[in-house]
């Protein structure tokens, strides 16, 4: 995964990048206006950052990817598995995962630890832009989206590219049993009687599962919780900092 596009520290994948039809970022806290602790790049309303630097946040993320906010979707976000077709700009009620085909239209997912998901179907022009915490991966929403991309567009699974943004990663990702249990062996780390989820690692395997080819997955590497300095984390943090934003559009 490679950065940047602006002054902005935007990453973006080299995956996806190789491929036309679409475009996307990810965004990092860094370029922004808005004070500690949303410092600075804050893109979430709901976090008690002031609103007015809240839009001019958003403002810059967009120009850097030559977009608007008012053209963007985006789901309310209930870590749950519901996943809405898209066909006009909007915010979706309990909303997790966006699908579209129409052009111009970002489909936004706003994190600060949970994994942001892109899923590109080049031949049929189909994108989908996920948020993946634990929840709702246990959930399916992976898979869901992969079904309704299948079932709805025709999208071949083999065909698929998608790019795993900045999340949490074990290293950082310590967890109880009653989540650790909800995984296979394969994804948890034990360290001193200590459990670590590898959720990227998880969302690999449920991709592949689907029918996607390895070789289709990028995955960031990015930590939220270790770089404190590139990113919110809702972990490190304990709750009190800002959001950054994953978008994708069909061009």
Not at 6 to 12: A, G, K, N, P, R
Not at 123 to 130: N, P, R
Not at 183 to 194: A, G, Q, R, T, Y
């Amino acid at each position: 995964m490679a950065d940047t596009l602006t002054d902005l520290i935007v990453y973006q994948s080299s995956l996806l990048n190789s491929r036309n039809g679409s475009c996307h970022g990810f965004s990092t806290r860094a370029g922004g206006v808005s004070n500690s602790p949303y410092n600075t790049l804050n893109l979430g309303l709901s976090v008690g950052d002031i609103p007015e630097n809240v839009h001019k946040n958003r403002e810059l993320f967009f120009q850097a990817l030559k977009s608007d906010p008012q053209q963007s979707a985006q789901g309310i976000q209930v870590h749950g598995n519901t996943i809405q077709i898209v066909d006009h700009p909007g915010v979706f009620p309990a909303t997790d995962a966006l699908i579209t085909i129409r052009k111009n239209i970002p489909l936004v997912i706003k994190t600060a630890d949970c994994a942001p998901v892109i899923l590109f179907e080049p031949e049929q022009g189909v994108i989908a832009a996920v948020h993946a915490g634990w929840r709702s991966v246990v959930k399916g929403i992976l898979e869901n989206t992969i079904r309704i991309m299948v079932r709805d567009f025709n999208c071949n699974p083999e065909n698929i590219k998608s790019a795993i943004g900045p999340s949490i990663r074990s290293c950082c990702y310590e967890v109880k049993n009653d989540v650790s249990s909800r995984f296979p062996d394969d994804v948890i780390l034990w360290e001193n009687s200590k459990s670590y989820l590898d959720i990227p690692k998880a969302i690999q395997l449920r991709l592949i599962d689907q029918g996607m080819q390895i070789e289709n997955i990028d995955d960031s590497q990015l930590c939220t919780a270790c770089n404190e300095k590139l990113f919110f984390s809702h972990r490190r943090d304990k709750g009190k900092t800002g959001r950054m934003m994953m978008a994708v559009y069909l061009t």
